[in-house]
């Protein structure tokens, strides 16, 4: 997935005028508007990177003049202590910046790093790790980026994209049946239904009903492998729900064709990582 300039050179406008308002104080009373230096971004824990474009844009937004020499690529494997990025120009626009561009590349290297967790428990089986909407406001596509930087897969980005008919869909339409009757009257051939079921019951119901995709809800491993023996190849399986790095080869091996975890892209911890600045 390429991310549209615009959507980044938007996101960086708004991120740097949250923290800028109406001028660097501390920056603009301390340091001479001509003076140059260089900068060196160092990760202090080994990472996946993601982000590096977005901080570029950063300190392009700041001074068109700057020069960013990026050390890898967003998917990389990092270890401590290596420098990811050098940038160089004049000195304040580097300081003003440092924060915003590594705000961005901790977070979305967190998602990288963890989603790359999950990706090697499951390495050997045929399950692919995938994210939710459980996302940031306003950053989504950017968090979904990173978990692709990290080996993951991406799930529908929005309500728009796909059916997916989760509990409350369900009680509302009076059943699966009748939720995925209404689906498949009112969307395009051309277009998958996704449906949520929590007991054994649902699931045949669901296969019943013709669901394309069936994703087993919060389901113990016992439960998880007699759902999949009884879709038997009839549907796509999806494994949601308190799934963690403890357990989720365990899920991966019932069976299930997806597993996706809302964790990738609201628990993850930023990676730890410093800019060095000095004058030139």
Do not use: C, W
Not at 44 to 52: F, Q
Not at 122 to 142: M, Q
Not at 249 to 261: E, F, H, K, N, Y
């Amino acid at each position: 997935m390429k991310i549209p300039k615009s959507q980044i050179t938007a996101f960086v406008k708004n991120a740097l005028a949250e923290d800028i308002g109406s001028g660097d104080i501390t920056t603009n009373v301390i340091v001479p508007e001509r003076t140059l230096a260089r900068g060196a971004i160092v990760l202090e824990e080994d990472a996946v990177i993601a982000g590096l474009e977005i901080a570029e844009e950063v300190f392009r937004q700041l001074d068109k003049d700057m020069k960013f020499s990026a050390a890898y690529k967003d998917g990389a494997k990092v270890l401590k202590g290596k420098v990811i990025a050098k940038i160089s120009g004049k000195a304040r626009p580097l300081l003003t910046g440092e924060r915003t561009a590594l705000n961005i590349l901790q977070r979305l290297s967190g998602i990288a790093a963890l989603t790359n967790s999950f990706v090697r428990a499951v390495k050997g089986t045929d399950a692919k790790i995938v994210d939710t909407r459980k996302t940031t406001p306003n950053l989504r596509i950017f968090e979904k980026y990173a978990v692709l930087m990290g080996g993951g897969h991406n799930h529908r980005f929005g309500l728009y994209d796909a059916v997916l008919i989760k509990d409350n869909h369900i009680s509302i339409a009076g059943g699966i049946k009748k939720a995925v009757a209404m689906a498949r009257q009112n969307i395009p051939h051309t277009m998958k239904i996704e449906v949520e079921a929590k007991s054994l019951k649902e699931v045949k119901d669901a296969i019943t009903a013709g669901a394309d995709i069936i994703m087993l809800d919060n389901m113990s491993i016992p439960m998880m492998k007699k759902a999949v023996a009884m879709i038997n190849k009839k549907a796509v399986v999806e494994a949601s729900g308190n799934i963690n790095l403890k357990n989720v080869r365990d899920v991966a091996l019932t069976g299930v064709d997806i597993i996706s975890i809302g964790a990738l892209t609201h628990s993850y911890k930023a990676v730890q990582m410093s800019m060095n600045i000095e004058k030139v």
